[in-house]
């Protein structure tokens, strides 16, 4: 960690993993999004870390999920079909997250009981945010 990243991980209290492609910012549990993209993606993983990508339209769960697992934090590439990991985005400028229009209304209710659990974990390190086990698909 170079002293500079040492630095903005103090000021902002949130910790940043890296970027991808240089300029899509990977942040760890990050306390606030105020200032970042209005329409988020993030993937949470079994132990309730929450990462979250600075960025609205161009890197998608998979590429993310890729990513993360090339800087050593180990995901699934269809993050959507784990039982550890859920794939999120961010309603508007909002601290809501809803499942990734990847999954499909029955998925949803099959799982209902696992993402509860899992969606326990992610709000226990992130209580700040509200996590709903719908898919933003259902807000359009």
Same mark, same amino acid.
């Given at each position: ?27 760890? $549990? ?7 993209? *209005?329409?988020? =993606? ?6 309730? !870390? #929450? &990462? ?40 508007? $400028? ?7 229009? *990847?999954?499909? =209304? ?6 209902? !009981? #696992? &993402? ?25």
């Amino acid at each position: 960690m170079t002293k500079l990243t040492e630095i903005l991980n103090n000021i902002l209290n949130e910790e940043l993993v890296g970027e991808i492609d240089s300029k899509y910012e990977v942040y760890k $549990n990050p306390k606030s999004i105020k200032r970042m993209e *209005s329409r988020l =993606r993030a993937i949470s993983d079994a132990k309730g !870390n #929450l &990462y979250i990508v600075n960025d609205s339209h161009n890197i998608m769960h998979l590429k993310f999920s890729i990513w993360l697992t090339s800087h050593g934090i180990s995901m699934p590439r269809n993050v959507w079909h784990s039982k550890k990991h859920m794939a999120w985005n961010r309603e508007a $400028n909002t601290n809501r997250f809803y499942l990734s229009d *990847s999954y499909t =209304r029955t998925q949803i209710f099959q799982n209902k !009981n #696992l &993402y509860e659990k899992l969606i326990k974990k992610v709000k226990s390190k992130n209580s700040q945010y509200d996590f709903v086990l719908k898919s933003i698909e259902d807000l359009k």
